[in-house]
């Protein structure tokens, strides 16, 4: 089945202790992203890549990393994370090209205290 | 500033009935233009995407409208169904980089 996986999908942790949530694809698409969503402001772009070992900022980067080191995978990374990133991040991809259709994951549900 | 307005912020309907949502843009340039359906909880589904050149695109009894003079564009949903309760939301794009609308949350009652 084509989908977009993440993990995990719900994550208590504590301000300052690194945390990594994955995201893998079964499609063979070049582009990923990863996204958060927050009451009231919707959804925006934390980080994107185009392909293998480019990546470049979204919206909202501050506090996060990523890598793609392997098409299917793009890890987001928090080395340090405070309560201000608590939300719901949501990793998608899609095929090269700007028209093509958007997969979104599962989401993951992070809570930092 | 790009941004992406959408109306109303809440709708509820009856079952059968049929309706339209609205999202207005100052996104420039402007790529393309997506809708996407997304339930409680759960990532969003694509729903339609228009580029510059198209102004009507239909999925089952989901249809979208471009007006990119304006910058507006419409989601028409037909004989809705208890299954269509949900947050509709309207993305456009400047190449890569999306702008989000905070979406518009529908609740369809029997």
């Known amino acids: 089945e084509a989908q977009v996986t993440q993990n995990p999908r719900y994550l208590i942790t504590v301000t300052g202790k690194k945390l990594t949530v994955t995201c893998s694809q079964n499609?063979?698409?070049?582009?990923m992203s990863w996204y958060r969503q927050d009451p009231g402001l919707g959804l925006r772009q934390i980080y994107y890549?185009?392909?293998?070992?480019?990546?470049d900022k979204g919206d909202v980067p501050e506090g996060y990393k990523v890598s793609r080191k392997e098409k299917r995978n793009f890890p987001l990374i928090l080395e340090s994370p405070s309560p201000n990133q608590t939300s719901l991040y949501f990793c998608?991809?899609?095929?090269?090209?700007?028209?093509?259709?958007?997969?979104f994951g599962p989401g993951t549900r992070l809570t930092v205290t | 500033k790009n941004q992406v307005e959408q109306s109303p912020q809440s709708l509820i309907i009856l079952e059968g009935k049929n309706c339209t949502l609205q999202?207005?843009?100052?996104?420039?340039?402007?790529?393309?233009l997506r809708w996407y359906k997304q339930d409680t909880g759960r990532g969003p589904v694509s729903l339609t995407i228009?580029?510059?050149?198209?102004n009507t695109k239909s999925n089952g009894r989901y249809t979208a409208t471009l007006d990119a003079d304006t910058k507006q564009s419409s989601l028409h949903i037909t004989a809705s169904q208890l299954s269509d309760s949900a947050s509709y939301i309207c993305?456009?794009?400047?190449?890569?980089?999306?702008?989000f609308g905070r979406g518009t949350s529908l609740i369809v009652h029997p």
């Open positions: 999202c207005n843009y100052t996104v420039s340039p402007f790529s393309n």
């Open positions: 998608a991809s899609r095929l090269a090209g700007v028209v093509n259709e958007q997969y």
């Open positions: 993305v456009v794009s400047e190449s890569y980089i999306p702008t």
């Open positions: 228009m580029t510059f050149s198209e």
């Open positions: 499609m063979n698409h070049e582009y």
């Open positions: 890549s185009m392909n293998v070992e480019v990546t």
